[in-house]
């Protein structure tokens, strides 16, 4: 792994389910870019000497193009570069499926930012004639219920962003 001052680091958890972990390169002590690296972590902003193992990303930081850059279009198939993240925030999905002789219904909840709670339902249900294959039962069910969780989503995005505007708000899917 090669790095610069200015790179981000981002560190998966070992534990499922548990958030990742983000900081900002402040210098670099290897040779060529190589750890170990000092890091600021955006969760705690403590610094601390890093030797980064496999469960480790690194996003290169991009200095803003010039003038003259930002004239040009960009190539083919190119992608821009995302902005420094400032921190990593975790969210995460609980599924919950219930079954029946002939039915599956799940219950998808959403744990985010905010203390407010929101859910989709969906169901699958088995149809006389057709092979009776639970999995199959479990994904349409959770499929459904996700896009439920989608939609309830994109509603509550489009409230808040009316309050903010002072105006109606509908962001699109």
């Known amino acids: ?48 000497l890093f ?35 400032s921190q990593v925030r975790s969210w995460h999905v609980d599924l919950y499926l219930y079954e029946g002789d002939e039915s599956t219904a799940a219950h998808a909840v959403l744990h985010g930012a905010s203390q407010q709670l929101l859910g989709g339902h969906g169901a699958a249900r088995h149809r006389t004639g057709e092979a009776n294959v639970p999995e199959i039962g479990d994904e349409v069910a959770v499929a459904r219920a996700l896009r439920g969780l989608a939609d309830r989503l994109l509603a509550t995005a489009s409230e808040d962003m009316s309050a903010v505007e002072g105006r109606t708000v509908h962001i699109e899917p």
Do not use: C, K
């Open 1 to 48: 792994m090669h790095a610069a001052v200015g790179d981000r680091i981002i560190v998966a958890s070992a534990t499922l389910g548990a958030p990742a972990r983000d900081g900002e390169i402040l210098d670099v002590r290897g040779t060529n870019g190589e750890a170990p690296y000092l890091v600021r972590w955006s969760d705690t902003g403590r610094e601390s």
């Open 51 to 85: 030797f980064p193992g496999p469960d480790v990303h690194l996003r290169h930081y991009e200095a803003p193009p010039s003038p003259d850059e930002t004239a040009r279009p960009a190539a083919e198939g190119s992608t821009q570069p995302l902005p420094p993240a």
